[in-house]
């Protein structure tokens, strides 16, 4: 079916907004996805698919008459934890929206996390994680950590600047932190007492899993 003929049948006044969906340039909605899958006797499923050999996943503001068990309905937080120098730490965090994320695509990531309740996104905000991760890029994090379980990358405030690094262990109750773009970036050691850490970053939605 031509872009022209689906947006026809799906009641839209252009099929500019097909093809922006093709294009990745917008993402759908699920009651687009929902619809467009009904104009074409598919299951929404296929739609979550570039036709690569995975799934993307698929981001949109919450619409609860639609969600069901394939997805996953995870707050995004109104913060920008910093991938340079670090910025204030927030007094209180707000959730600006609910997003939906395909269950199949988390499942297929293979995520260590401490439950699902315990996932959030937020923004990374600097250019000390490339190319791990950029500018921008929204990020999955596991809330439910809040200690140094094992070397990896961290959400987490010092001296009360909230910064995203990777964290790693140098000797009893030391951590060396490490930027990934360290043509530009050295590293720096710090007390594991004096670190305050709010939760493990487990993949980009770009998308890079952190290791």
Not at 89 to 111: C, F, G, K, N, S
Not at 142 to 171: C, E, P, W
Not at 200 to 205: A, D, F, H, S, T
């Amino acid at each position: 079916m031509s872009q022209a003929k689906l947006a026809q049948a799906c009641g839209w006044a252009s099929q500019s907004r097909v093809a922006n969906y093709e294009k990745d340039t917008r993402e759908p909605t699920l009651e687009d996805i929902s619809l467009m899958a009904k104009v074409l006797r598919i299951d929404p499923a296929q739609l979550l698919s570039d036709g690569k050999s995975y799934a993307r996943p698929v981001i949109a503001e919450v619409s609860p008459a639609i969600v069901d068990e394939r997805f996953l309905v995870i707050p995004q937080f109104d913060i920008q934890a910093s991938m340079g120098p670090g910025i204030v730490v927030p007094e209180h965090l707000e959730i600006v929206q609910q997003l939906v994320i395909d269950r199949e695509w988390v499942r297929q990531q293979r995520l260590n996390h401490t439950g699902v309740p315990n996932l959030a996104v937020i923004t990374g905000f600097g250019d000390s994680m490339e190319p791990t991760f950029c500018d921008g890029d929204p990020l999955m994090v596991d809330r439910g950590v809040d200690g140094m379980t094992k070397d990896g990358v961290y959400v987490f405030s010092f001296d009360n600047m909230a910064h995203i690094k990777r964290l790693q262990h140098i000797g009893p109750g030391r951590v060396r932190v490490i930027s990934d773009n360290r043509a530009k970036y050295d590293h720096w050691e710090a007390n594991l007492a004096d670190i305050s850490i709010h939760a493990r970053v487990l993949i980009g939605l770009n998308v890079r899993k952190m290791e």
